[in-house]
């Protein structure tokens, strides 16, 4: 049967100072594991530090370090950022008097 991890990478291969910013929720982790003998950082949010775990474990096989991060926020009171969608350009109205 197949596993369902209840969890959320924020950033994958990123620099461990972005674990430093208090606007993280407290539920999240700075993984540090090796990838095919190259050391890399995520930071993750997951449901419990046994499911990121078993996630990274699962996946990499060499989990060397979670740590908590700074973060500060509620996780129910969190809002993930999220990328910002293009608008299309404002189309401006006909102007009055003139004839088209």
């Known amino acids: 049967m197949g596993q369902s991890f209840l969890m959320?990478?924020?950033?994958?291969?990123?620099?461990?100072?972005l674990a430093e910013d208090p606007k993280?929720?407290?539920t999240a982790y700075l993984i540090?594991?090796?990838?095919?003998?190259?050391?890399?950082?995520?930071?993750?949010i997951?449901?419990?530090?046994?499911?990121l775990f078993d996630y990274y474990y699962d996946k990499y096989k060499?989990?060397?370090s979670m740590i908590q991060s700074n973060g500060k926020v509620n996780p129910k009171l969190w809002n993930a950022p999220q990328a910002k969608k293009p608008r299309p350009p404002k189309q401006a109205p006909p102007?009055?008097?003139?004839?088209q």
């Open 8 to 17: 959320n990478i924020l950033h994958e291969n990123c620099d461990p100072k």
């Open 24 to 26: 993280l929720p407290y």
């Open 32 to 44: 540090q594991y090796a990838d095919k003998e190259v050391v890399k950082f995520d930071l993750s």
């Open 46 to 51: 997951g449901y419990s530090t046994v499911e």
């Open 62 to 64: 060499n989990v060397m």
């Open 95 to 99: 102007r009055q008097g003139q004839k």
